[in-house]
């Protein structure tokens, strides 16, 4: 069995930082493609960035420039570094991953828990 884990998450005030980690547990072989989504109430969720395998990474428009995102393949964490937080990024935050599980060829995609992120004004 395979789990995301994620933390880090809370409540901060506009223009402050938070740091999101996420853990990938359980009985995986290789994972490619990791990355963040986020979902606020009424809104669909969306992508915020992804990284793969070899580090090349992709943000969302909303976000360049303010959040990070890497991760430490020996670990099987990546985390989220923001940055200049706004109101609008409250939401709650998904870790994905697509991996490759020991014993099959199939590769699956992961979510985590979810974890609030809240910013005040």
């Known amino acids: 069995q395979v789990q995301l884990v994620e933390s880090g998450g809370g409540l901060v005030q506009a223009g402050g930082s938070l740091r999101l980690s996420c853990v990938a547990l359980?009985?995986?072989?290789?994972?490619?493609?990791m990355g963040w989504y986020r979902q606020a109430p009424g809104k669909q969720r969306e992508l915020v960035a992804i990284i793969t395998s070899i580090g090349r990474t992709s943000y969302a428009d909303s976000v360049k420039g303010r959040f990070t995102i890497s991760r430490e393949n020996a670990k099987n964490t990546v985390y989220l570094q923001m940055n200049s937080l706004k109101p609008e990024d409250t939401a709650v935050y998904y870790c994905?991953?697509?991996?490759?599980?020991?014993?099959?060829?199939?590769?699956?995609?992961?979510w985590g828990q979810g974890t609030q992120v809240t910013v005040s004004s």
């Open positions: 359980g009985s995986i072989f290789s994972i490619n493609a």
């Open positions: 994905n991953a697509d991996l490759y599980r020991y014993g099959s060829s199939e590769e699956y995609d992961y």
